[in-house]
């Protein structure tokens, strides 16, 4: 049985980015309805982690200035520093108003801290303010496909209430922001497991182009067997390799990760944490208290003992691909579809380098904000419509040719293997990214031609695997055009950057992926290279 | 991976079968909840958080169940430790919030590694010390 409801604003997803998009909207004087596939105050990746947004103070102006320029410098072409500069101007006249709820803390100085906050209490106070305000959150109600306007204009969306036997929901709404992440292709990244790129794929069903799924190359150390990704203790670690040599690793950064990557592949590489500064030994379970748990479960004194490390890939999450957004207000290519935070991409915003933590977070909220208050401008402007909606989502839920039944596991580890192996997502060659393309085509094959996802439970599961797989064939496609290495992009086979590369480079297409840059090259421009070359 | 749900301590409150991410959980007309799809849990502790019984014990394995005992677990002093740490409900005041230490651990990393210039921004490196 489906339930039928009509929202001014659709927002799908409910970390940080749907949140804000959701009081931002409710500001502007919409109804608002925010769907999540888990639980609001727990999914995503925020929850489980200590975003510390960017944060600049306005004064002096010299400050965010000197701060955007390094970032662009860093960014290598690809960031925009008006954007840069109204996240910062967004995230700190914004983040102090959530005091009500969250208990900014003082420093040892005297000082309040807004910037660094801790995910669980963070996403409990959002929770606790869409509450207060009136948002209607709906938990455990994962979206499987987007609806539009024969015009192809987004209508809403709809989806499975999994607590209620799978039964089913269908929203209707003038303005739809998708915030539902990005993706670390189901890798060991703390708080992960539902950002499967569903986000993506609704989007690109609907028209909308994606942007920078090259940039998926960041890793996380975190304890072997474990997915605790929190990397502040690491700051002090000593390596050592199974013989107990001391290894020479970079301090910190994309070269300390492709090191220890190198290492791995050789064999395991243990870790020490004895050089951290005593003082945060003794308060580490303050600073970050999920932290301890993976080392006090297991005996290890974490400060004596030698512990084996793992690299889990990060994929777009502190990587920066995702939906283009067009204009001022995160509207995608297609009317009435919005994207916010991971679910949108990033480069114009932290350049070719990794975003994560602190400007993907003032992205975040500031994505959120604008969506969502276009969205509700866009919706309240609307008049009453009539009509026959389409649902968007093919696959998974409508194969192409005969259902039956698809190993829906073997397919997402193919997935993973592509996607976490170090020759093939970390050190990229066009060899080792055309052997991914072939891997993955043809479990989108297999999903495509013949996944059905029924109303009885693995609707979700299918729709989870085509998302992932279509991710993971943008990503590839992209790495595979992007013929340079240009900040986390790496290349081993093209090891500089080119200047005719200095730009985005879009991917989109379910069946025929595609790519093209955002400024092709015009004829003169081409001529005028020849001649210089 | 969700290991233990602590039957003894469970006021079956079935705040974890609504705030776990990966619905792990199903409510049960009697009693305790049922850990009914553990292979789904992503390891995250927040039904620890959430639990005010201390009733449930996550193994930080993500990707394999393992075979725990309840009367090693609570002789480990762990079960609770989360939320105690996290000075969540009566444990307010108790444990303060000190996240904000993090930058100052990122800095003095960079200091011991003779970067004494390490920018505000533009190295993943310093990136990462507001994130992790």
Known sequence: ?533 | MISLLLTDRCTACNVCVRICPANVFDAHPQGPPDIARPGDCQTCFHCELYCQADALYVAPECDQAVEVEAGAVLAGGTVGQYRRHSGWHEWAGTYPNEQWLMETVFRRAGEAAGKRDLPMVGTEGKMRTQQA
């Not at chain 1, 945060?280 to 297991?298: E, G, M, T, Y």
């Not at chain 1, 991914?436 to 299918?462: F, M, P």
């Not at chain 1, 943008?474 to 950057?497: C, F, K, N, P, T």
Request: with cysteine.
């Open chain 1, 1 to 533: 049985m489906t339930t039928t409801a009509r929202t001014d604003v659709l927002i799908i997803g409910g970390g940080m980015a749907g949140a804000w998009a959701a009081i931002a909207a409710t500001q502007a004087g919409a109804s608002v309805t925010l769907v999540e596939k888990g639980y609001c105050g727990t999914s995503g990746v925020t929850a489980s982690a200590g975003p510390g947004h960017w944060w600049v103070p306005p004064d002096p102006p010299r400050a965010r200035q000197e701060v955007v320029g390094a970032r662009l410098r860093a960014g290598q072409g690809l960031g925009d520093g008006a954007w840069m500069h109204h996240i910062l101007d967004l995230t700190w006249r914004t983040l102090p108003t959530l005091a009500p709820e969250y208990r900014f803390p003082t420093t040892d100085d005297g000082v309040i801290n807004y910037r660094a906050v801790r995910g669980p209490e963070y996403m409990r106070a959002l929770r606790a303010r869409l509450d207060a305000v009136g948002v209607r959150v709906l938990d455990h109600h994962p979206a499987l496909e987007l609806l539009a306007w024969p015009d192809g204009s987004i209508a809403g969306a709809r989806g499975i209430r999994r607590q209620f036997g799978d039964s089913g929901w269908e929203i209707h709404a003038g303005a739809v922001v998708l915030a539902a992440g990005g993706t670390a292709f189901l890798s060991g990244l703390l708080g992960s497991r539902n950002n499967t790129g569903d986000g993506y794929l609704m989007a690109a069903e609907a028209g909308a182009d994606l942007s920078g799924m090259e940039f998926t190359a960041a890793f996380t150390i975190a304890p072997a067997r474990s997915n605790m990704t929190r990397t502040m203790s690491y700051s002090f670690a000593t390596y050592y390799d199974v013989d107990g040599q001391e290894l020479d690793s970079p301090a910190y950064g994309p070269a300390q990760t492709r090191f220890l990557a190198r290492a791995l592949q050789k064999g395991p590489v243990l870790c020490s944490l004895h050089r951290l500064p005593d003082d945060i030994k003794a308060r580490l379970h303050l600073i970050s208290p999920n932290v301890p748990l993976v080392f006090d479960r297991w005996g290890i004194d974490a400060f004596r003992d030698r512990f084996e490390i793992t690299l889990h890939t990060d994929g777009t999450i502190r990587g920066l691909g995702g939906v283009k957004t067009v204009g001022d207000d995160c509207e995608t290519a297609v009317p009435g579809l919005y994207a916010a935070g991971d679910n949108a991409a990033r480069e114009h915003v932290a350049g070719a380098i990794s975003g994560g933590g602190n400007v993907n977070s003032a992205w975040a909220l500031s994505s959120g904000l604008l969506a969502g208050r276009a969205g509700a401008a866009r919706s309240l402007g609307l008049g009453a419509r009539s009509g026959r909606l389409v649902g968007l989502g093919r696959v998974g839920l409508r194969p192409s040719a005969s259902a039956r039944a698809v190993d829906l596991a073997s397919v997402q580890a193919a997935m993973r293997r592509e996607m976490q192996d170090f020759d093939r997502a970390l050190f990229r060659s066009a060899d080792g990214l055309e052997a991914s393309r072939r891997t993955l085509d043809a479990a989108w094959e297999e999903v495509a031609v013949h996944a059905q996802g029924d109303a009885q439970g693995d609707a979700l599961k299918a729709r989870e695997a085509a998302a992932l797989l279509a991710t993971a064939r943008w990503s590839v496609a992209s790495a595979l055009a992007r013929q340079e290495s240009r900040g986390m992009h790496l290349r081993v086979d093209a090891a500089e950057a080119r200047d005719d590369f200095s730009q985005r480079l879009l991917s989109g297409g379910l069946d025929d992926v595609w790519t093209r840059w955002e400024k092709p090259a015009t004829r003169t421009q081409q001529a005028a290279a020849e001649v210089v070359s």
